[in-house]
């Protein structure tokens, strides 16, 4: 999905994130859009484009890429590569060394590009699936990412020097792992969670070291009639404590009131547990902290009516087939 307006249901795209493909709901099929995703780093450029989520015998889970490298000493684009993943990434994070097309250890510093699953919540169908997700690796240097159309072989393909001057797919605090910040935290969201719970939050309050939150929530049904009213609901209040510099991972619904998860002080570098388990990241990395949903869950701003009240029933684009 692209990131639409803050009224149309969207999903944080974390640079490419789940954003990267169309979905036939009669095949089942995903199809990549035919886009480029331009990377330009202070180590290098490179561009790539999805060309399937299936390997040769159609199994799923197997992506493979078109990729080019910029060559400093020629002063041009390489020429394309296709690299493929031989581990399934629905089985656990593949990381690609796309300079050597090969599958590496994640924690060794020399990949470009990290492949998992996100769980995301289809009320419809009554359950959640595996998204497949890409995201840059954490520790490329000052990365400016820039979507284009087209195939990344084109002859035309602008040089490093052009990409920087596009816009780039980055966040407000221009952190392009970081995924897109809710541009009004502290207005009221409906959110699908991977839990297959849908939820009614807002932010009542934030400081540099704390956000309290307010939700009701209920299990998802396969449709917003089938689904409990929130007005049945009880209103779940908590406050979540960290500290500067902390990534902090967050539930709504899990218990009595919204609490933390779990903390770390790096990049996660895509390392997160199941999306299933958390629904909120605050990214005290930047001051003041980001906001985030969780990554591949559908949100949607609501919004109240003329005389200031919200709408009493959940959000009907929660159950629409594909976000």
């Known amino acids: 999905m692209r990131p639409g307006p803050e009224h149309a249901l969207r999903v944080e ?8 493909y169309q979905y036939d709901g009669r095949t089942h099929i995903l199809t990549a859009w035919d886009e480029t995703w331009a990377v330009v780093h ?18 799923s889970g197997l992506p493979s ?25 629905k089985d656990g ?36 699936i595996q998204n497949p997700a890409f995201y840059l690796a954490e520790h490329l240097p000052a990365p400016h990412v820039v979507r284009l159309d087209g195939s990344p072989n084109r002859a035309d393909l602008p040089d490093p020097a ?20 809710m541009n009004d935290p502290d207005g009221t969201w409906d959110q699908a969670l991977g839990s297959m719970t849908v939820a009614r939050w807002r932010r009542t309050a934030a400081t540099d070291t704390s956000m309290t939150f307010e939700a009701r929530c ?10 409990q009213p929130l007005s049945e609901a009880p209103l779940r209040t908590g406050t979540i404590d960290f ?21 770390g002080e790096r990049g996660w570098d895509a390392s ?34 003329d005389q200031g009240l919200l709408p009493a029933a959940l959000s009907i684009e929660l159950w629409r087939d594909e976000p």
């Not at 060394?97 to 990290?114: K, S």
């Open 243 to 263: 500290e500067p510099g902390q990534l902090v991972l967050a539930t709504l619904c899990a218990g009595d009131a919204p609490a933390t998860l779990t903390t």
């Open 65 to 89: 890429f078109d990729v080019r490298h910029w060559d400093e000493s020629a002063n041009a684009w390489a020429a394309p590569r296709v690299v493929r993943t031989t581990s399934n990434i």
């Open 93 to 128: 994070r593949v990381c690609l060394d796309l300079d050597d097309g090969a599958e590496v250890a994640c924690g060794n510093g020399a990949h470009e590009l990290v492949l998992r699953t996100e769980r995301r919540a289809v009320p419809p169908a009554g359950f959640a």
């Open 13 to 20: 795209p974390f640079t490419i994130g789940t954003s990267w």
């Open 42 to 59: 202070d180590d290098g450029a490179f561009a790539l484009q999805v060309r399937s989520y299936y390997d040769e015998r159609g199994t």
């Open 218 to 227: 209920v299990p998802a049904g396969v449709s917003r009639d089938a689904t």
């Open 272 to 305: 997160w547990p199941d999306t299933g388990t958390f629904d909120l990241m605050i990214d005290a990395r930047h001051s003041p902290p980001a906001l985030l949903a969780a990554p591949g869950a559908p949100f949607i701003a609501v919004r109240p009516d």
């Open 162 to 181: 052009s990409l920087r001057a596009l816009p780039a797919l980055r966040s407000a605090q221009h952190d392009p792992t970081a995924g897109y910040i």
